[in-house]
């Protein structure tokens, strides 16, 4: 799934998945392919990755990784997924 278009339009689907994920997996027909627990510190971010049962050219794939709260002291840090 993408959150937005070339052009700049948003996916329609995206407010639809982020309302309740796990519902929208289920209705869909993914399964849980993996989760992969990501630690910095006293952090855990535990990232989805969720997969269409049929096997479809298009959205096959949905990773749910959740938004990441900024600490105490308000400090910025990027997370970079290379797929």
């Known amino acids: ?11 329609p689907r995206a ?19 993996e989760s992969l627990p990501i630690i910095e510190g006293d952090v855990l ?4 990755v969720f997969e269409q049962e049929e096997k479809r050219e298009q959205d096959q794939y949905l990773v749910f ?4 709260p900024l600490n105490a002291q308000r400090s910025l840090k990027t997370l970079r997924i290379l797929l």
């Open 65 to 68: 990784i959740p938004q990441i």
């Open 45 to 48: 971010v535990l990232i989805e």
């Open 1 to 11: 799934m993408i959150e937005s278009y070339e052009d700049g339009r948003p996916d």
């Open 15 to 33: 407010e639809e998945i982020q309302r309740n994920w796990t519902l929208w997996t289920e209705q869909n027909q993914y399964r849980l392919k």
